[in-house]
Structure formats: C-alpha cells, structure tokens
C-alpha cells in the first residue's frame, strides 16, 4: 500500500516537473521590431552596402520558431509590397533575392501568424513596413543629432535619444571589437504588444527561463550583443576617411 502510494507520488511530481521544464509553444505576448544599420552588417558579413539609412531585420514574436514549415513563402503574394520591400527590407547578402524574407517568414512569420491580424503573408510583411514607418528610427535618430560618424558616441547618449522618444525600454546591440577600444551601433530592438503598442524589451522571467528566443538570427549575428556603457559607441558612415 505504502509504495503504491509513493508511486503515484513520484509519477504526479514527474508530471508537475515536465509540465514545468517541457516548452509547449505558448501564445507570443510580444512582436520584437528588428532593424540593423547595414555598413555595420557588412562589416561583419564581408558585404557591400551604399546604405545609409537603417533597414528591418525582421518582425519576431517572443515565443515560438518555425511554427509552420509547409505553410511556403510566396512573394507574388506580397507583390504589391515589393518596392517598399527592397527598399526598407533588403537583403543586404544577396540584393534582389527574395531568400531572406522567405527565411523569416520561415521562422517568425509563421509564428506571428497564430494572431488573426498577421494570418497571411501579406498581412504580416505589410505590418512590418508600417511599424517600421510609424517608428521611424531613423528620423529618431536624426533630428537629435545622432548621425553617422567618424566620432564616437557615448552610448548614454544614443540610448536617452532613443528612450526618450518612445518611452519605453528598447535593446540597443553592437558589434564589439577585438581589441575593445570601440563597439559598432549594430541592431536596435522595439518591442509592441498584440495590439502593436510599445512596450518595454526587457524580457520576462518566465521568456528567459523558457530561454526560447534564439540569439542567433542569421550567421554572423553571433557577434552582436547588448551595447555596454564604457565603450564609446562607434556609428559607422558609409564613406569613411
Ligand atoms: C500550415 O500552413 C498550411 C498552408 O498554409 C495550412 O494549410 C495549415 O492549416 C497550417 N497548419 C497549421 C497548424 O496552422
Ligand atoms: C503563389 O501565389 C500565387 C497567387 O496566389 C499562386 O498563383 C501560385 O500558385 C503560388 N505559388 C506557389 C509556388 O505556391
């Protein structure tokens, strides 16, 4: 009696514990507005860019990965996207190849797709660019002073401009170099709720225990990380010298 009694002891603590570290994919609270400054992507990727404005990397939701692999990119169903497309989100590996929105689509949007508002390609693709118009970093950027340039920045500095503007805490990522003298303005992460308002980029408890955000988005992103306060802030310009 005694030792049946303590198996179905052990087996309910087994099942509370796999409840508790297995990860069955949970509703994304939050979409993840990517953008990259190119000449610093290029700088790690070896590309070519006369770029000089900031692009989307991708539009990622908190929870889950490539969520549905026979759902296939298509791009003539976002024809009508296309110009903004290439403009706003280029592939800046291989211009003019459709491959990278078909990688993210891939991955996040099928995710994203869970929520009825971005249940197609079309809507998904399309709410990216308009997020990415309605927060208009570059402008953000700009109109205060933060500009490209052979001077180095306090990233205090970069960080109230942005903060400020949206209100909200965001993750501001470069690449560092080997030898540390500086660190170049790489990715800036704004976050949006399901209604796709601002909210804050800080990472839940539950989202860093669960751990299900990748850091690595494509190759070479590895080298990107969270910008620190004591290294000036390099912000490359297209032509340098
Ligand atoms: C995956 O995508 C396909 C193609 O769009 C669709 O028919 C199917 O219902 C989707 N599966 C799920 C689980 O959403
Ligand atoms: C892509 O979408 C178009 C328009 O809906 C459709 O005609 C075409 O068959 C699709 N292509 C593939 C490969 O699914």
Not at 3 to 14: E, H, R
Request: charged residues 20%.
């Amino acid at each position: 009696m005694r030792s049946t009694a303590a198996v179905v002891i052990l087996c309910a603590g087994y099942f509370l514990l796999a409840g508790a570290f297995s990860h069955p994919p949970r509703e994304w609270t939050r979409l993840i507005l990517t953008q990259q400054w190119p000449k610093t992507f290029c700088s790690m990727e070896h590309c070519k860019t006369d770029i000089s404005y900031w692009t989307l990397h991708g539009l990622w939701p908190n929870s889950g990965n490539m969520c549905n692999n026979s759902w296939h990119f298509n791009a003539s169903l976002i024809e009508d996207l296309l110009p903004e497309m290439e403009k706003c989100w280029p592939d800046l590996l291989k211009p003019s190849s459709p491959e990278f929105w078909g990688y993210e689509w891939k991955k996040h949007g099928t995710c994203a797709a869970k929520a009825e508002s971005l249940n197609s390609q079309h809507k998904y693709f399309s709410k990216a660019l308009e997020l990415y118009h309605k927060f208009d970093l570059n402008s953000v950027l700009k109109d205060k002073n933060i500009v490209p340039s052979e001077d180095y920045y306090k990233l205090d500095d970069i960080e109230t401009v942005i903060t400020d503007f949206y209100g909200v805490k965001t993750k501001i990522q470069c690449v560092h170099t080997k030898g540390g003298q500086f660190q170049s303005l790489g990715q800036i992460e704004i976050c949006v709720d399901r209604d796709f308002q601002l909210v804050g980029c800080e990472k839940s408890n539950e989202e860093i225990l669960s751990n299900e955000i990748l850091p690595l988005a494509v190759g070479g992103y590895s080298e990107l990380s969270v910008c620190d306060h004591s290294t000036p802030v390099y912000y490359p310009p297209l032509v340098t010298g």
